[in-house]
């Protein structure tokens, strides 16, 4: 809990990442990391009874706390790393003086405050930095050697020295381990937040892209659906209307003109209102997001009621439908969907049936599903186009004696298959007939 804490508190004092920039956060740990060191060095020479160095370097502490809070409080930026700066040169060339000049630790500091400046500053500051850190040891050492300024000698003895020196060399050691160790976390931390950035970007591309596609598919459909309601449904509203009047115009038609042209309208009507019906389907599936209400329903009385609807049309042709399902066959889905799939295979089959041909209706549980099996005596569909059956992508076709289809009953019935969680696929196609399967899941039983 309390690492935890400290972390917090540490976290709250460089900065949150989305606010200060890698720069800004590194110098703020730079001056904790300062702070906290030269605090060490001031007990240190305090403890070697060096006061006036010890009051020059907590006066270095004083200078970081204030540009610290200038720039994590205030988020001002240039005006703390001017007053550092500085401050920083005018009390280190201080402590050149006070701490035995080139016999101390004091050009060890010079570097180090080099090496603090550079972390924190932008590369515009780089180069004045560098010449302050070079001309002014440069004089300073030139003063010593030549006498100019007199740098007076502290340590008591050699021991002081060296325990000073090391201690300070420690010190910049350790600085520059922290500040290098903090810089690279940090530019892992904002690798890492790139990376993520970028596969953000790139799965939301895909997402683009995979909505791109599906709104060019429904676009396709709705294309399909319009051309459907402009055409496949206007023509035989058309020809009804014009059959009407055909009717109205001559009141004293022939009885068998007038069955034949009362056949024509029947025919068209039940046409018509099968597309509409499918159209009807269709769009309902869109309007309710594409829900499905699924449940157990017996299979033999749906297939035996669309088996009923259909024979009239079968008849028309003289084709046999056979109904070869078992009386207690139980599936999971929504029967009326599964109805209207059902009705469209069925309807699609007699479409391209030959006359005087039969369509055979299966059903039978396996591997945990209720699969459902329409085969016809066809023409058959050409391979390539298989494929593309229930996708909305295969043109409208003419039937054995040119039926007209709009092609939207397939393209509805994989949408209700899919609902239930289905799968409706051609098992097999060719000049002997068409074989077309759909899938529901079977209730489980225990066996």
């Not at 804490?5 to 956060?25: A, H, M, P, W, Y």
């Not at 829900?291 to 669309?306: K, L």
């Amino acid at each position: 809990m309390s690492t935890r804490i400290f972390r917090d508190f540490f976290e709250f004092l460089l900065g949150d990442k989305n606010d200060f920039t890698l720069k800004v956060r590194s110098f703020h740990f730079t001056c904790i990391s300062a702070f906290c060191l030269v605090l060490i060095g001031v007990l240190q020479n305090l403890l070697l009874g060096f006061w006036l160095i010890g009051v020059v370097m907590f006066s270095v502490n004083l200078a970081l706390i204030i540009v610290f809070v200038l720039s994590r409080f205030y988020r001002k930026r240039k005006v703390p790393i001017i007053i550092f700066i500085i401050v920083c040169e005018a009390l280190i060339t201080a402590n050149y003086f006070l701490n035995s000049g080139i016999d101390g630790p004091t050009l060890m500091v010079f570097f180090m405050a080099l090496v603090f400046m550079i972390a924190i500053t932008n590369n515009r500051w780089h180069v004045l930095i560098v010449l302050l850190n070079l001309l002014i040891p440069a004089a300073l050492l030139w003063s010593e050697y030549t006498n100019i300024l007199e740098v007076p000698f502290y340590y008591r003895n050699e021991a002081e020295r060296y325990i000073d020196l090391g201690f300070s060399y420690g010190i910049c050691v350790i600085f520059m381990l922290l500040i290098a160790r903090f810089v690279q976390n940090l530019m892992n931390e904002q690798r890492n937040d790139a990376l993520n950035q970028s596969k953000l970007i790139e799965e939301q591309n895909n997402q683009i892209q995979e909505a791109n596609e599906n709104l060019a598919l429904l676009n396709d459909r709705f294309k399909m659906l319009f051309s459907i309601i402009s055409h496949d449904l206007r023509s035989p509203m058309s020809s009804i209307e014009s059959y009407l009047l055909v009717l109205k115009a001559n009141p004293d038609l022939p009885r068998e003109d007038r069955l034949m042209l009362e056949s024509e309208l029947l025919k068209l009507t039940k046409g018509s209102t099968a597309l509409l019906d499918n159209l009807l389907q269709w769009s309902r599936t869109k309007v309710k997001k594409d829900s499905s209400e699924s449940y157990q329903f017996n299979v033999a009385p749906i297939i035996r009621s669309v088996c009923s609807l259909m024979s009239p049309i079968a008849g028309a042709k003289n084709i046999v439908i056979h109904n070869d399902v078992h009386q207690d066959l139980v599936a999971i889905g929504n029967e009326h969907q599964i109805e209207v799939v059902l009705r469209n295979l069925i309807q699609n089959a007699i479409k391209f049936s030959p006359l005087s041909s039969h369509i055979f209706i299966e059903a039978v549980e396996k591997d945990g599903n209720v699969e459902f099996t329409v085969r016809d005596q066809g023409v058959g569909i050409v391979e390539a186009k298989a494929k593309d059956l229930f996708v909305g992508l295969v043109s409208p076709s003419y039937g054995t004696i040119n039926e007209k289809g709009a092609g939207i009953g397939l393209l509805l019935s994989a949408e209700f298959v899919a609902l239930q969680n289905g799968r409706i696929w051609v098992e097999e196609t060719g000049p002997q007939g068409t074989i077309i399967k759909f899938t529901l899941k079977a209730p489980f039983t225990l066996r």
